[in-house]
Structures are given as structure tokens and as C-alpha cells.
């Protein structure tokens, strides 16, 4: 199993400023990784496929990099409706796997 | 645009099989190369992958939770659906149903539904 390790697990800005997020995964997953955005109540929405295309919809200010083993998710300019829990995904391997989430909360 | 949307009990009594439904409209079940997978998330908690189901058949499991899932599609009803037996109060979780192509992420999502195991 391909293991997701994100960090931090918490992260705590103010709006305007620069968020980085950081996804390690255990074996290479080439560049076939997801981010999500989850708000409470809601079903989690994709960001970023393979690594640094963003979804249908999506705002420029998210953007994704890496390859291999170490991803990054960069909202260039926080908005407040940015703050969230934010997932990574690889689409790799079977079984399908997930990061254990970091938490995007309001300094 | 395509649509997902969750059914089945709310509660399930421990030991009992756990049944869920995804309907999906605005495209077809048997859509080429796409997989039909069911995810779960406990209350509070991270995203867990429970299977998916290619539009031909093949099936893929967790193996954490293989031994207890199954998944089937229902072509006729444009639905695929969930069977989760033996369960317990740590099977109380949200589950979501969602669509992925190969090697690419869930794009579509149901809205999830609530599921409690309790007496």
C-alpha cells in the first residue's frame, strides 16, 4: 500500500498570505496525484490532477507541483473561503489511497 | 453534467449487512473505462477508499476491508451499490459514492449519507 503522509497537519494563516502544503507518498506515483478541498458538510471537490492541472473551475491561485514521491499544493493568495481541509490522492496503484488531510484554519 | 446521489438505510444493527445505493443520472453506468467507487469518511476523520467497480465488471477492494465488501452494478438501473456485512460501531462513518477514470481521481462525488451501526 502507498502510503499518503501530509504535512502539516495543521496550518494557520491569515487571508492574503501564501499557503504551501506538503504530500510525501512512500512509493513513486509518477505525477498521478490529486488534491481535494473539503468544507464541513460537504463532499470533498478536486483541486489539481497529475500533480499540477487544475479541475474545471478552479481558481488560479491553486496550483500544484512534484513528481514522484514529493508534492506540493500552493494557494498563492488566501481567500476567505479557502479554509478548509485539503487531501491528497494517488492514482496509481490499487488500493486507492489518501492523506491523512491537512487542516487550512484562520490565523 | 453527471450526478450521484446516495440511498439506503441510515441505521444498521451490529452483525447486519450494510446496503447502500448510488443512482447516477446524466450519463451512463457503462461509460468505457470509467470506475464507480464508494469511500467512506468517519465523523471528523481522514478519507477512506471501501472499492471500485470498472464499467465491465472487474472489481477492486481495500484490503483492510476486503473480506467484508462487495460491489456490483445494476446496468439497467444506471445504479451500482454497496454490501458491507458483519458490521460494527466503527462502520459508522459517512459514505460517499464517486466516479474515477484510470489513473484519475474522483471527479464526481454523491453529497454522502450518514450511516450509524448501533442497537
Known amino acids: 500500500e502507498n502510503v499518503l503522509t501530509q504535512s502539516p497537519a495543521t496550518l494557520s494563516l491569515s487571508p492574503g498570505e501564501r499557503a504551501t502544503l506538503s504530500c510525501r507518498a512512500s512509493?513513486?506515483?509518477?505525477?498521478?496525484l490529486a488534491w481535494y478541498q473539503q468544507k464541513p458538510g460537504q463532499a470533498p471537490r478536486l483541486l489539481i490532477y497529475?500533480?499540477?492541472n487544475r479541475a474545471t473551475g478552479i481558481p488560479a491561485r491553486f496550483s500544484g507541483s512534484g513528481s514522484g514521491t514529493d508534492f506540493t499544493l500552493t494557494i498563492s493568495s488566501l481567500e476567505p473561503e479557502d479554509f478548509a481541509v485539503y487531501y491528497c490522492q494517488q492514482c496509481t496503484n490499487w488500493p486507492i489511497t489518501f492523506g491523512q488531510g491537512t487542516r487550512l484554519e484562520i490565523k | 453534467q453527471l450526478q450521484l446521489q446516495e440511498s439506503g438505510p441510515g441505521l444498521v444493527k451490529p452483525s447486519e449487512t450494510l446496503s447502500l445505493t448510488c443512482t447516477v443520472s446524466?450519463?451512463?453506468?457503462?461509460?468505457?473505462?470509467?470506475?464507480w467507487g464508494w469511500i467512506r469518511q468517519p465523523p471528523g476523520k481522514g478519507l477512506e477508499w471501501i472499492g471500485s467497480i470498472h464499467s465491465s465488471g472487474p472489481t477492486y477492494y481495500n484490503p483492510s476491508l476486503k473480506s467484508r465488501v462487495t460491489i456490483f452494478v445494476d446496468t439497467s438501473k444506471n445504479q451500482f451499490s454497496l454490501r458491507l456485512s458483519s458490521v460494527t460501531a466503527a462502520d459508522t462513518t459517512v459514505y460517499y459514492c464517486a466516479r474515477h477514470t484510470s489513473y484519475r481521481p474522483f471527479d464526481y462525488w454523491g453529497q454522502g449519507t450518514l450511516v450509524t451501526v448501533s442497537s
Open positions: 446524466g450519463g451512463s453506468i457503462s461509460s468505457s473505462n470509467c470506475y
Open positions: 497529475d500533480a499540477s
Open positions: 512509493q513513486s506515483v509518477s505525477s498521478y
